[in-house]
């Protein structure tokens, strides 16, 4: 069976642990999209890890763990990564890179920072990790594919045109030193001995694992709201970030995909620039971020705090209904046991009038949300293993977002931890 796990809402919605977790469970987890531009945080028995690349499956010796053809794959990233949790005594694990994925260049993360600042006050927030130019070139059909690596004579070839098209914008629109085509060949070399032993066909490899039955996780990266058309565009990423294109990152049939866990965090946070209707601001936020995730709401790639907001409802239901939502994860419930009482932003308010579903980002810009305060359980509910043990209000709380969104919550996370969970 194939499932997808991915994110509700602005991403940092607890994806890595519902994968980590699921991974108990399957043979075989694939990241579809995407780069090192966002960490999903994992809390396990070797420690506490922000992973950017790897898949968040990678700590079982029983797993194999895929980079996507749909992946942003910047190499020496994966492969410091994969150094920091061996040096943690986790085992060294079973990778394939998938020989039609395409590698971030030096330049990608270049020109990712020299764009942020020619923009200065109306950039996008970028984490500067070269996605956008990344997958801007991809599409402009000038990316390098990893079995490209493979092939002497079309390196050298296409390594001198690349530095032509990139020089006249480096020299006139940045006014920022030149590329040298011998310097990025050899850049290429290193590329290529790195990844060698892993490259694989990896449709064919996910074709026969179907076949024969495996459990297959697909692990996403951020959350509907960053999709690049269902989103908050621009403010959004440079990858579809829903389940759908799990089947087409992966390289398996999209019927395939029968079960997606859709992750969604019991209030909201966000990363980066863009519309965020229930936002909370001052001590409120501050309190909140500071009790949030674990050990605080800090991007796990960027450091930055997250901007912090109320459960969205309307947000959350689009996010979920896009996902194609089978089974929502809520997490991150735990945190909120501080709180007398708990606002839930059910509506927004636009020129006047209310509505309940989600629009165009030129409305959002103008939307006030609307909000339906619920009484907080003032308990601890970290350790609790039964949904039935939870307190009275919290159970009404989840009862009542899961009414609001109309997709069926079927785990409940009370903690960082793996075991962290309750089943519904």
Known sequence: MVKAVVGANWGDEGKGKITDMLAQEADIIVRFQGGANAGHTIVNDYGKFALHTLPSGCFYNHTTSIIGNGVALNIPILFQEIKDIVDCGVPMPKILVSDRAQMVMPYHVLFDRYEEERLGGKSFGSTKSGIAPFYSDKYAKIGFQVSELFDEEL?????????????????????????????????????????????????????????????????????????????????????????????????????????????????????????????????????????????????????????????????????????????????????????DEIPVCVGYEIDGEVTAEFPVTSKLEKAKPVYEVLPGWKEDIRGIRNYKDLPENCRKYVEFVESQIGFPITMVSNGPGRKDIIYR
């Not at 019927?255 to 001590?283: D, L, N, P, R």
């Not at 709401?297 to 959350?316: H, I, K, L, N």
């Open 155 to 339: 390196l050298r070839e296409k390594v001198v045109r690349i530095c032509e098209t990139k020089n006249v914008l480096l020299e006139h629109l940045y006014h920022k030193p030149l590329l040298d085509p011998q310097k990025l060949l050899e850049t290429l070399h290193q590329y290529r001995e790195m990844v060698e032993p892993y490259v694989c066909d990896v449709f064919s490899y996910l074709w026969n694992a179907i076949r024969d039955g495996k459990n297959i996780l697909l692990e996403g990266q951020l959350g509907t709201l960053k999709d690049p058309d269902h989103g908050i565009y621009p403010m959004v990423t440079s990858s579809s970030t829903l389940a759908a294109y799990g089947a087409i990152g992966a390289g398996i049939p999209p019927y395939e995909i029968q079960k997606v866990i859709t992750v969604c965090k019991a209030y909201s946070s966000a990363v980066g620039a863009g519309a965020f209707v229930s936002e909370i601001f001052g001590g409120e936020a501050d309190e909140l971020r500071k009790r949030g995730g674990d050990g605080g709401e800090y991007g796990a790639t960027t450091g930055r705090p997250r901007r912090m907001g109320w459960f969205d409802c309307v947000a959350s239901r689009y996010g979920c209904r896009l996902q194609g939502a089978t089974d929502v994860a809520f997490t991150v419930l735990d945190v909120l046991g501080y709180l």
